[in-house]
C-alpha cells in the first residue's frame, strides 16, 4: 500500500520468501505467453534437486522427475519477468503435489494429504500439474493488473520513484532502523501456534536454501528462541504468567514477549508518528493472550517514561501536593462566598431590600464561558497542551 500512494517503505521478515514475494508484487505486468512458456518447461532438460533428506518423506518417488525438470527450468530462467510471473504457481503446485496438509498451520504429513497424493497418482497427474501451473500463472497476472488500479490516480500505476529497502531472512532482534519513519506496522508471531520457518521449509528447500541455512533461520524465529529478559510492565503478563505451569511453556511465553516488547520499545524510539500493531487470537493450553493488551500497554509505558522513574514519581507527587492544597483553598473560598451571599440575601430579605437572585453556578451557557471553552478546545487541537509522542488507540 505505501508503494501505492508513493510513501518511501522498509520492510523485514526473518523468512527469505519476502523478498522474492516483494519482487513479484512490484512487477509491472506485460502480456506473457503462458502457454508458450509451459511448452517450454515441459522440453526442457534442466535438472534441479533440492538440497534436503527428507524429500522422499515428503514427495512420491513418481513426482521426483516431474519435480526436479520443472523446477530445474525455473532455476536455468534467464527471462527475469517469467521467472517472477513463474515462482509462486510452482511453489503452490509443488506443495499440492506433496503430502503437507495445506490446511493445518505448520509442514506436516496428515492422513488427508496422503489420499490427496493417491488420487493424484491415479490421475493424468502429468496433465493435472501443467493445467494447475497455467490456471496460477494467470491468476498471478490478473492480481497483477488488479494491484496497479489500486493507485489512487487510477489509470496510473504506483509512482516509480518510491524509495524501499527489503530485508529478507533478517532477525528484528539485531536489526536498526537506519533513518526515522513516521509509521511502523507490524504484525509479531502468535505466539507459540505458527512456526513460519518450518512452514516455509518445504518452498525454502525448492528455491535453493540448504538445510543449513534454513536450521539458522529457525533458531532465530519468536518465540522458539532465547532471548536476554527484558522488563514488561503490564499486570496481566504477570498474572497470565503466574498460571502457567509448565516450565517450558512459561520459557516460551517470556521469550515471545521480551523480543517483542523489546524490538518494539526500540525500535520505536526512530518512529515519529505512529506504530500500528495487528494481532490475532492466541493462546496457551486453552488460556487465551491478550497480545495487543500487553504489547500495547508496555510501549505506551515506554513512550511516557521521558522522564527518568525517581524524578517522575517526585513530580507527581508533588503536583498531587500542590493539587490537593489548592482544591482545598477553591472549596473554602467558595464556602466562603456562599456564606456572605446567604447571609446578603438574609439581610436583604429581612431589612426589606429587593430580592435579588444567587449568580447560575453554571456558566457554561453564558457567552464568556462558551467562548473561555473554545479557546481550551482550540488550545488542545493546536497541541499547545503536550501529548505523549505516540497517540495509541486501543479498541478491543
Ligand atoms: C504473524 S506473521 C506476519 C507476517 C507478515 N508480516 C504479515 O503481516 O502477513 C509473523 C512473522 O514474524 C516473522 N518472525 C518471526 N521471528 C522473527 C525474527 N526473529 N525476526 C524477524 N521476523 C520474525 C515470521 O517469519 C512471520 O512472517
Request: hydrophobic share 40%.
Amino acid at each position: 500500500m505505501a508503494r501505492i500512494y508513493g510513501c518511501h517503505y522498509e520492510l523485514w521478515d526473518l523468512n527469505p520468501l519476502l523478498g522474492v514475494l516483494h519482487e513479484v508484487a512490484v512487477q509491472k505486468p506485460k502480456d506473457l505467453d503462458v502457454a508458450s512458456l509451459l511448452r517450454q518447461m515441459q522440453m526442457s532438460k534442466e535438472t534441479f534437486v533440492p538440497k534436503w533428506r527428507k524429500l522422499d518423506y515428503w514427495f512420491h518417488e513418481d513426482f521426483h522427475q516431474l519435480l526436479f525438470r520443472a523446477w530445474g527450468f525455473y532455476h536455468s530462467l534467464m527471462d527475469e519477468y517469467s521467472k517472477r510471473l513463474l515462482v509462486v504457481p510452482l511453489l503452490k503446485v509443488t506443495r499440492h503435489f506433496s503430502y503437507d496438509d495445506v490446511q493445518r498451520q505448520k509442514l506436516s504429513k496428515s492422513p488427508k494429504a496422503v489420499q490427496r497424493v493417491q488420487a493424484l497418482l491415479k490421475s493424468d497427474w502429468k496433465r493435472k500439474f501443467f493445467h494447475m501451473l497455467e490456471e496460477e500463472i494467470i491468476e498471478v497476472l490478473k492480481k497483477l493488473y488488479e494491484y496497479q488500479r489500486y493507485s489512487p490516480e487510477h489509470e496510473s500505476s504506483p509512482p516509480a520513484d518510491v524509495k524501499y529497502t527489503v530485508k529478507a531472512g533478517v532477525d528484528t532482534m539485531s536489526e536498526k532502523l537506519e533513518e526515522e519513519a513516521d509509521i511502523l506496522v507490524t504484525s509479531p508471531p502468535y505466539l507459540q501456534s505458527h512456526e513460519y520457518i518450518r512452514r516455509a521449509k518445504m518452498d525454502l528447500f525448492w528455491l535453493g536454501f540448504s538445510e543449513e541455512e534454513i536450521k539458522r533461520l529457525s533458531e532465530l524465529e519468536i518465540p522458539y528462541r532465547d532471548v536476554p529478559p527484558h522488563r514488561i510492565r503490564s499486570e496481566m503478563y504477570w498474572k497470565l504468567r503466574d498460571r502457567i505451569d509448565a516450565h517450558h511453556l512459561r520459557r516460551t511465553f517470556d521469550n515471545y514477549f521480551w523480543a517483542v516488547v523489546g524490538a518494539l520499545e526500540r525500535l520505536g524510539e526512530m518512529v515519529s508518528s505512529h506504530m500500528f500493531l495487528f494481532v490475532g487470537r492466541a493462546s496457551m493450553r486453552g488460556r487465551s493472550i491478550p497480545i495487543d493488551q500487553i504489547v500495547v500497554h508496555c510501549v505506551t509505558l515506554t513512550c511516557l517514561k521521558s522522564l527518568p522513574t525517581r524524578e517522575l514519581a517526585l513530580a507527581s507527587c508533588l503536583s498531587g501536593v500542590l493539587c490537593s492544597l489548592l482544591l482545598f483553598v477553591c472549596v473554602y473560598l467558595k464556602l466562603i462566598y456562599q456564606k456572605a451571599r446567604a447571609l446578603q440575601q438574609f439581610l436583604r430579605i429581612h431589612l426589606g431590600l429587593p430580592y435579588q437572585p444567587m449568580a447560575e453556578s453554571n456558566c457554561h451557557s453564558q457567552p464568556a464561558c462558551k467562548r473561555r471553552n473554545i479557546r481550551k478546545l482550540e488550545m488542545i487541537d493546536k497541541k499547545i497542551i503536550p501529548r505523549p509522542p505516540f497517540p495509541y488507540t486501543y479498541q478491543p
